[in-house]
């Protein structure tokens, strides 16, 4: 099933900055996640593994290489087109939430559905439905410093997942969580997965946050150190 | 599309409602200071132009001498055959009224009153566009007998009469007694600030037989036909009276010909230039309300980075968030505006109560300012979204 891969990274390199004072972060990473994979990219921090989840999550072009996403190739695509493909295919959950301040839950998880054109009514039932699927019904009407870190992580969750997306980027999510609440996000991500479908990218520096992941790829020093498959989680 | 993101701007706006307040303000003043300035100016000009009006716009006076005023400098006045003249040669002249004027003491019982007696005729009211409050002009005998009869101003009428209604009743002038036969409407101050209700019209001949003892005639009043040209009417006057007169080619004119429109036209030519010179000075404090504008979208652009990141990443496009931007901005500039014609409205109108002119809707002015606030957010908005629009996704979502 993950031949012909969904994502394919081909001799990816990523230079910042120029001349001598040039850094090299990504040195030629090749890899391919099939559709549906639950893949946790782990490594020291400098390892370049938030440079390749920026350019996973066409937030970012490779300097050198080829990316392509269900056979399109990112690389080659302009500005406009990148936030195209994110629109339509790509959810993100950040580390830090990043929740519009002073703005409802449901106003939050409708933010994406605003950008897709969906009209009004449309748009509340699906954040009404967002909202309830990650367990947070009767809390729409709570702005962000209202609610926890684990809650507003789930109202970050169910803004990714509200527009049904292929992948599901997640850049630390359990980053600012305690041990409890971080378990109860990994299974909301985990059941995501399972039940929808929905392709994991998940950069983790936690082992047992990458336990809860079927593949863990190791980043070190710009390039893919181990990519292993696991057993089933837990 | 636009739709949406007006929707965006309007949330973006209701959460930050005390800054979009305090943004705003400065459109809010400026637009309110423009309009009620040039309300009240138009309201000033209006008032100017109607006391002018009130004299009779196309009213044409010919005195003799070189003044205005009182004593014609040696120059002699005009004859009734002048008044002939002027009547059957000068085609544009509609209504041509000789003037003798005096000044008296008018006495009515115990009240006395200095003013001024002006001999004439029917005309007088028809040239100077008078109306009649009571009673009634004069009847062809009266003048052909120069009978003491006269029609009295609203001022004459008060200090006099008080609130009486004088028409029937006697008033003394100098040695002889005279029947008010009617009151004129007042029409207040004369663009010269005198009181033109303060006069006493009777016959010409009844003034010329009791009060000046002569022929002559101190003043023509001539009201200028609908359509004629004031000016051509005159140089056709001045023409005909150089030539009664015999004055030589090399000869200045040892008489006027002044017309209230040219006073009308330099009155209120001054108040319209006052009132543009107060309305750019509003303008520009419209202008900085605009600078004040861009200043906050700036701030707010900074301040938001996070926000712009949260939504590049979730897929807005460049020209959406510019968009946004932009239309918080003309939102946020408009509302402005349409707070300041709000205030310019209540202002203007107390204001105008207060300074005793007209208050007079202009709703050039109200949409000009409208569409100047509105432009103003697209203007200085720009820049700012533009930035925000131009944000790394990546560095703005790393942003603290």
Known sequence: MSD????RLSAVTKTYGQGPSAFQALKGIDLAIGQGEFVAIMGPSGSGKSTAMNILGCLDVPTD??????GVHVER???????????????????????????TALENVELPLIYRGHDAGARHAAA???LRQVGLQGWEHHTPAELSGGQQQRVAIARAMVTSPLVLLADEPTGNLDTKTSREI??????FNRDRGITVLMVTHEPDIAAFAGRVVRFVDGRVDSDHRQGEAA | M???????????????LMRSFLTILGIVIGVAAVITMVTLGNGATKSVSDQIASMGSNLVMVVPGQRFGPGSGGAPNFKSADLEAVRNQISAAEWVAPVVSKSVTAVYQASNWATVVAGSNNDYFRAGNWELAHGRTFSETEERAGKAVCVIGATVREKLFGGQNPVGSEIRIKQFSCEVVGMLKPKGQSAMGSDQDDIVVMPLRTVQRRLSGSQDINRLSVSVRDGASIDAAKRQLTLLLRERRNIAENEEDDFRVMDTRQIAETLTGTTKILTMLLGAVAAVSLLVGGIGIMNIMLVSVTERTREIGIRLAIGALEREVLLQFLIEAVVLSSLGGLIGIALATGASMGLAGVMGVPYIFDPAINIASFLFSAAIGVIFGYFPARRAAGLNPIDALRHE
Do not use: C, K
């Open chain 1, 4 to 7: 012909p891969a969904l994502i």
């Open chain 1, 65 to 70: 290489g080829s990316y392509e996403f269900q």
């Open chain 1, 77 to 103: 695509l302009q500005r406009d087109e990148r936030a195209l493909l994110r629109r339509h295919f790509l959810g993100f959950v950040f580390q830090g939430f990043n929740l519009l301040a002073r703005t």
């Open chain 1, 128 to 130: 009404r439905e967002a």
């Open chain 1, 186 to 191: 990994m299974d909301l991500i985990t059941s």
């Open chain 2, 2 to 16: 636009l739709w949406n993101t007006l929707l965006l701007a309007l949330r973006a706006i209701r959460r930050n």
